[in-house]
């Protein structure tokens, strides 16, 4: 993979190539970058994609735009804008937490029944429905302290003494610098009031491409059956769980997540040729 600055982006890419079946794009969650996606990503490698990991405004190197405020609207058109600008069709859009939720308005605002930009979506432990102790956890953490956000990531997980290096290491890079830290506070001040958490709600059913909801079993931070109910009301959603596992299903089980993925994007049973 290759890390790439250019027109206002920030994103490692990873191109197949020749023309490819798919146009992976991948959306970090909050309080990291897209580095935390890049091991998973490393699996497509071998298929006939092309990925971008995105960095989202406001994490990695790229500053927030000065004329709009950071929330989840600003995070989506700069997908959109990132997708239009690259010309690109036959997306797939994999977004992890509050990237999913990115990664649903996105869908939403660029679907077209006659264009086929957005080709499938795959959200990772949607954080449309937060459970009300760990909102309140969100708004009260110190996102400058590391150890509070090592803390919290734990308990996301199902192993609660296993921690990833890679996670470590892309928190430990966005607190240190103060400038992602103060960004955190904003999006979290814009996007964690109860009139924009009621957007959340709603997303999941204005979704009109296919959508694979892949979710942790033992997830203590999204209210897992709320969730599965929400989503199982919209005909073009198919949800599937990963036994022992938290809200990190690409570090925690990667290969069981990958599995799922990549039936999903190529069916062992499809009579099309890709």
């Known amino acids: 993979m290759i890390k790439k600055q250019q027109r206002g982006y920030s994103y490692w890419e990873s191109k197949c190539g020749e023309e490819p079946t798919y146009n992976i794009i991948f959306v970090h969650s909050f309080a990291c970058n897209s580095d935390y996606f890049k091991d998973f990503a490393e699996k497509f490698s071998e ?3 092309d990925c971008y990991l995105l960095d989202l405004p406001g994490f990695g190197v790229l500053t927030p735009p000065s004329y709009k405020p950071m929330s989840l609207e600003t995070m989506a058109e700069y997908v959109c804008d990132f997708i239009y600008n690259n010309d690109l069709r036959n997306v797939v859009l994999i977004g992890h937490s509050y990237g999913a939720l990115v990664c649903e308005w996105v869908s939403h605002k ?7 930009i957005i080709a499938k979506n795959i959200l990772i432990s949607p954080a449309n429905l937060i459970s009300f102790p760990n909102l309140w956890n969100i708004w009260h953490t110190d996102l400058t302290d590391a150890d509070q956000l090592l803390s919290i990531t734990k308990k996301l997980m199902f192993d609660k003494n296993r921690i990833d290096t890679s996670i470590e290491s892309v928190l430990n890079e ?9 960004n955190m506070k904003i999006l979290r001040k814009h996007d964690l009031k109860w009139k924009t958490a009621r957007w959340f709600f709603k997303l999941p059913l204005l979704l009109k491409d296919s959508t694979l909801i892949i979710l942790g079993a033992n997830d203590e931070f999204v209210v897992r059956k709320r969730t599965y109910k929400k989503f199982k009301k919209n005909p073009f959603c198919v949800i599937k769980e990963i036994d022992q596992c938290g809200h990190i299903p690409f570090i925690e089980k990667p290969e069981e997540t990958f599995k799922m993925i990549d039936e999903y994007l190529y069916p062992t049973g499809s009579k099309i040729e890709f």
Do not use: T
């Open 47 to 49: 298929k006939k994609y």
């Open 174 to 182: 966005c607190i240190h610098q103060e400038e992602i830290a103060a």
């Open 110 to 116: 660029l679907h077209r029944p006659n264009d086929r």
